[in-house]
């Protein structure tokens, strides 16, 4: 028995805007790039990233779905230690606008002028297999799926 619940992360998640997301490159090498969730992160473990089709890590997910996200939160007011997960999840992509707009927040027109209607957007869903953390007082593991192993 985990000593945090899913549903324990999932609000920790919520108050982290940026994480690191980790794809593989067409040589096999981690690539990693700052993504925002934008809050969007549920307690099953999904999160949701928004991106233009023509990029790498469009073109590293669309070759190898297995993904890594890493999140971090600074010590509170008090002292208290802040936050270290790591996700290993599989990504999928979204091309519905309807889920477009079930996942938009009004902040991402600063890189989609247009909305849920600029060209070449596609959205990104992780779902987690496994979160790991440390809060500098415990760790723990998550499994969330089965899955082969690396």
């Known amino acids: 028995m985990p000593a945090r619940s899913l549903e324990e992360l999932s609000r920790q998640l919520q108050k982290i805007d940026f994480c690191m997301l980790q794809t593989k490159d067409e040589t096999g090498a981690f690539s990693v790039r700052p993504m925002s969730n934008n809050g969007d992160v549920d307690y099953d473990g999904e999160s949701y990233f928004f991106s233009y089709e023509q990029t790498r890590k469009v073109s590293d997910i669309e070759r190898d ?73 415990e760790n723990g593991r998550i499994p969330l799926a089965k899955h082969e192993a690396r």
């Open 65 to 137: 779905a297995r993904v890594g996200l890493t999140f971090t939160a600074p010590p509170s007011l008090l002292g208290k230690p802040g936050i270290f997960l790591a996700i290993d999840g599989t990504a999928s992509l979204i091309r519905d606008k309807a889920q477009f707009k079930a996942h938009w927040v009004k902040d991402l027109e600063r890189w989609f002028p247009e909305g849920i209607d600029t060209a070449g957007i596609v959205l990104i869903k992780v779902s987690a297999i496994e979160i790991q953390y440390w809060d500098g007082e």
